[in-house]
């Protein structure tokens, strides 16, 4: 059983940046895939980062060159920086991990850009 806790979220100004922490209860040195989804009002859950095991990093084009995923494995934790926030951005976003064959999930944390 992984565990996956999220924080970092909060009120921004368009064009301010934040940083998303999601803290793992075991090693993330063993994770499948991890990654960074968002879901905002009315919309589904979509793709922001993700990282497979080869060490190969995913975005979304929509935040391609503004957001930047990092992991810190000593500490079991992974990162989203988000630079230059749109309102667009606004939304929860989710910690998402693949482990052996089980997917794992956090409670999100709430973004809101204001413009």
């Known amino acids: 059983q992984v565990q996956l806790v999220e924080s970092g979220g909060g009120l921004v100004q368009a064009g301010g940046s934040l940083r998303l922490s999601c803290a793992a209860s075991?090693?993330?040195?063993?994770?499948?895939?991890m990654g960074w989804y968002r879901q905002a009002p009315g919309k589904q859950r979509e793709l922001v980062a993700t990282?497979?095991?080869?060490?190969?990093?995913n975005y979304a084009d929509a935040v391609k060159g503004r957001f930047t995923f990092s992991r810190d494995n000593a500490n079991n934790t992974v990162y989203l920086q988000m630079n230059s926030l749109k309102a667009e951005d606004t939304a929860v976003y989710y910690c998402?991990?693949?482990?052996?064959?089980?997917?794992?999930w956090g409670k999100g944390t709430l973004v809101t850009v204001s413009s």
């Open positions: 075991v090693s993330i040195v063993s994770f499948n895939t």
């Open positions: 998402y991990v693949r482990y052996k064959i089980f997917d794992y």
């Open positions: 990282v497979h095991s080869a060490g190969t990093t």
